[in-house]
T-cell receptor
Framework: DAGVIQSPRHEVTEMGQEVTLRCKPISGHDYLFWYRQTMMRGLELLIYFNNNVPIDDSGMPEDRFSAKMPNASFSTLKIQPSEPRDSAVYFC???????????FGPGTRLTVL | GNSVTQMEGPVTLSEEAFLTINCTYTATGYPSLFWYVQYPGEGLQLLLKATKADDKGSNKGFEATYRKETTSFHLEKGSVQVSDSAVYFCAFAMDSNYQLIWGAGTKLIIKP
């Protein structure tokens, strides 16, 4: 199994630009989670999906952030417009129904200049 | 509300020292408990877990016991190696809710 796949691994952009992060969960997993990790705030859950439906988006910091899961094998996290304070590592994780273990991707390191 | 409190890091030890990283939780009911590890530049990965009181999870020489009476799940290892240097996260999940509640993470530094 390839594990959770995230792209790109690194993204450098300028303030005001749109950023799209991508995630492919492990095949057969029903749950998908988006996290943000920074030194100041640690690991934060942004949103999670069950069977492609958003269940809890209370962690999404503001309207500039949006996430979609059009099918069971793909999800995106979009930031528009991006700001320097959005600089962080963004992780995607997935888990199977009936199993609390979450499998993490390698993360996308986002730098907004 | 639900929360996890972990020992604040960084924790710095010499190789072959004994390790304890404290973790206590606040939760309604009886959660499943987890320790995750994050090596530099990587995502988090499950280290060990325990699903009911008095269960002991173990992996790679690490152990943690689910203590319901003290709501704790302390991570221990008898002899650490330089390769154990990483950030360790304690977490729990409640029945029917697949969201994990995370501690702040504890950075472990092992010196040769």
């Amino acid at each position: 199994d390839a594990g959770v796949i995230q792209s790109p691994r690194h993204e450098v952009t300028e303030m005001g630009q749109e950023v799209t992060l991508r995630c492919k969960p492990i095949s057969g997993h029903d749950y998908l989670f988006w996290y943000r990790q920074t030194m100041m705030r640690g690991l934060e859950l942004l949103i999670y999906f069950n069977n492609n439906v958003p269940i809890d988006d209370s962690g999404m910091p503001e309207d500039r952030f949006s996430a979609k899961m059009p099918n069971a094998s793909f999800s995106t996290l979009k930031i528009q417009p991006s700001e320097p304070r959005d600089s962080a590592v963004y992780f995607c994780a997935s888990s199977a129904n009936g199993n609390y273990e979450q499998f993490f991707g390698p993360g996308t390191r986002l730098t907004v200049l | 509300g639900n929360s996890v409190t972990q020992m604040e890091g960084p924790v710095t030890l010499s190789e072959e020292a004994f390790l304890t990283i404290n973790c206590t939780y606040t939760a309604t009911g009886y959660p499943s408990l987890f320790w995750y590890v994050q090596y530099p530049g990587e995502g988090l990965q499950l280290l060990l877990k325990a699903t009911k009181a008095d269960d002991k999870g173990s992996n790679k020489g690490f152990e943690a016991t689910y203590r319901k009476e003290t709501t704790s799940f302390h991570l221990e290892k008898g002899s650490v190696q330089v390769s154990d240097s990483a950030v360790y996260f304690c977490a729990f999940a409640m029945d029917s809710n697949y969201q994990l509640i995370w501690g702040a993470g504890t950075k472990l530094i092992i010196k040769p």
